[in-house]
């Protein structure tokens, strides 16, 4: 009874704490850090990031490896022999002409080491044979795109322009075969784009191809030139346009022949003295000229050579191969997309097509270009 009597108070007091500390857990909230005293939470690491750490992480191990090699010896030594038996005295030969074989000459401990030649043994390709080098192997490529044919896409483009040719549009519903003239008779595509640029009378000026076919749509389909003028080359991966695909029908009829383009007319010499003068003149915000980038032979900007197109011999090969199909972009470039282009690059004003200015300068390039062969539609990088 007396135990029970001391145990009752110590009890009573631990209800008691229990009760205060249920009592002061309800009046006050547990204590929580702010939100601006907490730290940060670091975000994700982007796609882009997980990339480039693991691109980053590559590296490394590719210069631990790179490490490794290099500390290895050059040549790695030879197990050595194990020793052979001693074989049993040959029988002594009663020929005095007989004598023993000379031991075999012992093998080195390391292989010779390729770095170890000499400087002399390995002299390295100068900058010139590293050129020579590069230019077989494109030419080789080139070459090879060229083997079969019948493998080129602007053939499709050519089978589409024929159709375009012969198709009855327009109020009328005439033909460009039935109404344009190409310099040859109406309708007469053999050799005509060799002849290219020339005067024609009834437009009162000099037209390249792409010119010509484009004044025979609006004058006689009453085709709208100036919606097409606004957009008249395609995109990469698109098809050329119409006037484009009639352009390479027409190439494709010249194919073989000497490029002849037409100077005779005071007209079209006019366009040719003016094309070598927009060759030449250095303008825009780089000073640049046609002749900058084709006014010297070997030159090439990465993989595509550039041609020396004011020296006729380089010209005749490099003209006569236009339109061309262009692997790079998947599509015909025509010559007005080219010099558009060119201008580009040269960050000048935009080449409109079939302006004086571009026909002057295809005038300019085909006159450089004349008695060359005709290889159209050819195939670019």
Request: net charge positive; proline share 10%; glycine share 8%.
């Amino acid at each position: 009874m007396q135990a029970l009597r001391k145990l009752i108070p110590g009890a009573v007091m631990a209800g008691a704490t229990l009760m205060l500390g249920s009592i002061a857990a309800i009046i006050a909230p547990p204590v929580t850090t702010p939100a601006w005293a907490q730290a940060p939470t670091p975000p994700l690491p982007t796609k882009g990031q997980r990339a480039r750490k693991a691109y980053e992480e590559h590296l490394r191990k590719m210069d631990e490896a790179e490490k490794a090699g290099g500390a290895k010896p050059a040549a790695r030594p030879l197990p050595a022999p194990a020793p052979r038996k001693a074989a049993a005295p040959a029988p002594a030969s009663t020929s005095p002409a007989a004598a023993p074989a000379p031991a075999p000459a012992p093998l080195p401990a390391t292989l010779p080491s390729p770095a170890a030649a000499p400087p002399a043994a390995r002299s390295a390709m100068s900058a010139t044979e590293q050129d020579t080098a590069t230019e077989r192997g494109l030419d080789q490529y080139r070459r090879m795109m060229k083997a079969d044919p019948w493998s080129n896409p602007a053939l499709l483009d050519a089978d589409r322009g024929e159709a375009l040719w012969a198709a009855r549009l327009g109020p009328g519903q005439v033909s460009l075969a039935e109404t344009c003239d190409l310099g040859k008779g109406v309708g007469v595509v053999e050799g005509a784009f060799a002849e290219m640029p020339r005067y024609f009378k009834d437009a009162d000026r000099v037209q390249d191809t792409e010119t010509r076919i484009l004044w025979c749509m609006q004058s006689y389909q009453d085709f709208n030139a100036a919606a097409f003028r606004k957009n008249p080359h395609p995109g990469g991966g698109q098809p050329v346009r119409e006037v484009g695909a009639i352009a390479t029908f027409i190439a494709t009829k010249s194919a073989g022949m000497k490029i002849a383009s037409k100077a005779d007319h005071p007209k079209e010499k006019e366009a040719i003295a003016l094309g070598e003068q927009l060759f030449f003149r250095r303008q825009g915000p780089f000073d640049f000229s046609c002749a900058t980038c084709h006014a010297g032979t070997g030159k090439r900007i990465r993989l595509q050579p550039l041609p020396f197109l004011s020296e006729p011999k380089e010209a005749k090969v490099a003209i006569g191969e236009w339109p061309a199909y262009r692997v790079s972009t998947t599509h015909v470039m025509t010559m007005q997309h080219r010099l558009l282009d060119c201008y580009w690059q040269m960050r000048l004003h935009r080449l409109d097509f079939g302006s004086d200015v571009s026909v002057a300068l295809s005038a300019y390039l085909y006159d450089r270009a004349r008695d060359g062969e005709m290889a159209a539609p050819g195939v670019k990088r």
